[in-house]
């Protein structure tokens, strides 16, 4: 097949997913188109995969230069001169909008699936201003994928879509992802006998990266421990500023953007994830592919992931001292964690491998394909 991937390019759960998802399409033969207005972060090139960046024409009258508009006619120009069969689209603002002036614009009408990762639902799409929008953009793909049965859920729910909504989770390929063993990285990070906590994301709001410091605060009173924060985003200074109140400054690496993410993940004891909400937590499942247990809050469709007590335990959001007390039952138990590690290492290959997720889609595309000829 011939297919279109737009996603945004950025340090982010849909464009991770999106690249993820382009890369393994390639690796089984298919040609890959990604397009974008820069390289995607986690994107290695290969023969299948080709480039093409949306270059925005700055102008003195646009005080907002339309991207969307860029994208539309770009992704029309692709679909038309290498024949695509299909355009996915991941977060559905602006880019299933785009498609779908792309298709009326190509030499022949190309079909497109919109992949709905959360925000997109959940933040953006639910504004007034974008609403109306974003619901027309999902009734007028040839086909909707949601993350998870939470947010097909609630997309029913608060945008009345006359579309139907199929779930395709996220996937991990736990041939990159898993244990190393590679105690001299885990040194740059800990000391013997230290635990080593983990937190990945945007730094957004959303992700309530306080409650990670709070947490580590608390676990730091009682026990030896480092953590190490990755990513970048609006509330890293103040991430930092409470680590510094919090005294422990010291002991949390923030390390910025990361690109393999799984190094990081295979050396590290926990994994904190205290987000407000979460469509999925695609973090959560890259951790329990590297054996490392989950400690999340109970929102979205984090359930959907983490199996309580097995790989992981859920919280009510701003509950840091119940999941203080957790890490520290788990660093302090070392067969715990293991048992925990391995059992959500097999959920991971069980159900969120990349062979059975990128089936599905493969499987979606044929028929929209097949549908819209
Ligand atoms: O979490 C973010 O802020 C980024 C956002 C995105 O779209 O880039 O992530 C969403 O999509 C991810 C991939 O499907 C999901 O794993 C995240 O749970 C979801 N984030 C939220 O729902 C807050």
New binding site residues.
Partial sequence: MRIGITC?P?Y??????GTELGRELAACGHQVHFISYSLPIRLKMSDNIRFHEVEVLSYPLFEYPPYDLVLATKMAEVASRFELDILHV??AIPHSISAFLAKRMAERPVPFVT?L????I??VGNDRSYLPITRFGIDESDAVTA??EY?RRRTIAEFSTRHPIEVIP?FVNCGVFGKSGDEGFRRRFAGPGEGLMIHI??F?P??RTGDVIEVFAKVREKRPAKLLMVGDGPDRPRAQYLAETRGVVGDVHFVGKWTDMERLLSVSDLLVLP?????????A?EAMASEVPVIATRV???DEVVREGKDGFLFDVGDTAAMAETALMLLDDRERRSTMGRQGRARAKEAFSHQRVVAQYLELYERTIAAAS
């Fill in positions: 945004y950025t982010g759960g849909s464009g991770v997913v991941h977060y992949t990762h959360g925000t997109d959940t933040l993350v998870s947010l996220n994301s945007n957004r959303v992700k987000s407000e909400l979460e469509s999925f937590g695609l973090v499942l979205g469709g984090l």
